[in-house]
C-alpha cells in the first residue's frame, strides 16, 4: 500500500502515464463526459469530494504548466475562483467560454468527476515536466 500521495489508484495511474501538454480536467457533479474520454468518478454525495480537495489532491501529485477555466467562473461562482487561484498561485490561467470548455475537455485523458454542486467548478489541467 502506497504510504502517502494519490491513494485513488486511477487517479494515480492516469497521473502516471502523462505527457508534457496531456490534460486532465477535475469537474463538478453535472459536467458532462465526452465519448471516449475515461471518467473517475469520486463523488459520493453532493458536495463530498469538493473540487477543491481534489484539486489540491491532484496538484501535489502533478507537474501543471498551466491551467483552463470557464470564464462564467469569474461572475457566477466567486469564492470557489478565489480559492482555485489560491491553490494554483502562479501557474498561468486561460479563460474560455463554457461551451468552448466542454469542446476542449474532448482531449482530456481523463476527468475526474467530484462531488462538487456549485457552478462552474471545473477546470483543465495541463500536464508540465519536473525537468
Known amino acids: 500500500m502506497k504510504k502517502k500521495g494519490m491513494l485513488n489508484s486511477e487517479i494515480?495511474?492516469?497521473?502516471?502515464?502523462?505527457?508534457h501538454t496531456d490534460q486532465i480536467v477535475i469537474a463538478d457533479a453535472g459536467l458532462p463526459v465526452p465519448e471516449g474520454?475515461?471518467?473517475?468518478?469520486?463523488?459520493?454525495?453532493p458536495g463530498t469530494p469538493s473540487f477543491l480537495d481534489v484539486l489540491?489532491?491532484?496538484?501535489?501529485?502533478?507537474?501543471i504548466e498551466?491551467?483552463?477555466?470557464?470564464r462564467e467562473i469569474k461572475v457566477d461562482n466567486t469564492e470557489n475562483h478565489k480559492q482555485i487561484q489560491e491553490v494554483i498561485?502562479?501557474?498561468?490561467?486561460?479563460?474560455?467560454?463554457?461551451?468552448?470548455?466542454k469542446a476542449l475537455s474532448k482531449q482530456a485523458k481523463a476527468i475526474i468527476?467530484?462531488?462538487e454542486i456549485t457552478p462552474y467548478a471545473n477546470c483543465i489541467l495541463q500536464s508540465g515536466v519536473f525537468f
Open 12 to 19: 494515480s495511474k492516469v497521473l502516471s502515464d502523462l505527457g
Open 37 to 45: 474520454v475515461t471518467k473517475i468518478d469520486v463523488a459520493l454525495t
Open 56 to 63: 489540491k489532491a491532484v496538484k501535489a501529485d502533478m507537474v
Open 66 to 70: 498551466g491551467v483552463t477555466l470557464a
Open 89 to 101: 498561485n502562479d501557474i498561468p490561467i486561460t479563460y474560455v467560454t463554457h461551451e468552448q470548455f
Open 113 to 115: 468527476r467530484t462531488g
